[in-house]
């Protein structure tokens, strides 16, 4: 309810803003007021709601069941009445009677606990796991019905930092076990920000700080729905076999920017690449040397130019220089076509600033300096 850009985004609890418009039931906006205590604020997970003519019993136990299952409390009782670990779903027949017709239950049912949370604050876009308040009065001091102009002053940062959390535990039976509960890596942007990936408690404990504003995971029964492997049917054409290799192609990622939130580092496009004549061999091993990037081939060792400018000329004495949108340069500048090395192993960088590597063929120890 609300939205994590906006401070003044909220929601009023108990109110039906329809019928305020048609002029009916106004006493329901009794607490739209400045001291307000029905105002709403947060991600909350989703509810399930009862419709009835009739007072429910808070204290009594309510089965809800989807509409496919027949006789369903008979069997949830003939299981639980059994001391059998596992419920048979029909009953046992020699070989000899397998042609006969068979009376099949629908499986055996799990009965666990089950622990979900119901609601945490927003990640705020600009500091995602903070839950530093700097402005403590911040909403009081600016929250007034009258003057909703003043609500921009509203700290957002401050909102988004309350530490919100409540997690309700459930005893259910189920015919998936949500015992086989694990936590959910796919999201690798959030897990990388975050710190975590998305958990659930009792894997992890119930905790309100910044770090732990993610949605729980929904990972049940993971690797254990299907009981069967699946088959895919690919058409394959009627060629010889083609090998590909790409030995000699460097591929780079996105800018990497300081304090910045993504990690560019693991950003790659399918063009961020540039391939190599392999008249030197295979490339064995990069280097990163004193700003440049050192190519050892397995017989030639190559310098590349990473963000090469062009000399455009002088202003004032000083160099001017354009930038080029080429990474990597298209040819590389070869030091030497004797030596190399077959080994990525036998090529070390030294302290002293110096790359050392043996060439095998050659039988030789090379150094670069400078």
Known sequence: MGECEESFRFKYANIDFGAYDAGKDEVKLKDKVNEATNLVRGIFSPYLAI?????????????????????????????????EPFYAISDRYNFSDINKSLNCFRGDCYINNFAY????????????????IIEPETWKN???????????????????????????????????????????HSYVSEEALMGAPRSYYPRRQMMWRGEHKLPDSYLYNDAYRATLGYKCYFTMQDVNYIKDTFSNRIQYSAMAIQDSYKNNYRYSLST?????SS??????????FEGYLLVVFEHAIGVAVINERVLAGQSDGEPVFINTANVLPEELTIITDTYGSEWSDSVIKSEAGYVYGVDTIAKKIWRVKG
């Open 51 to 83: 419709y009835s003519d009739k007072k429910l019993d808070t204290n009594k136990l309510y089965n809800i069941y989807q509409g496919i299952y027949t006789n369903i409390e008979t069997e949830y009782q003939t299981r639980m009445d059994s001391s």
């Open 117 to 132: 949370r119901l609601n945490r604050n927003f990640n705020d876009p600009s500091l995602p796991n903070n839950d530093t």
């Open 142 to 184: 600016n929250y007034d019905i009258n003057d909703t102009g003043k609500w921009t002053n509203i700290s957002r940062s401050d909102l988004n930092a309350v530490q919100m959390g409540s997690w309700i535990i459930l005893k259910v039976r189920s015919a998936e076990n949500y015992a086989l509960r694990s936590e959910d």
């Open 272 to 276: 961020y690449f540039r391939d190599y």
């Open 279 to 288: 008249e030197y061999g295979s490339i064995t091993k990069l280097v990163g």
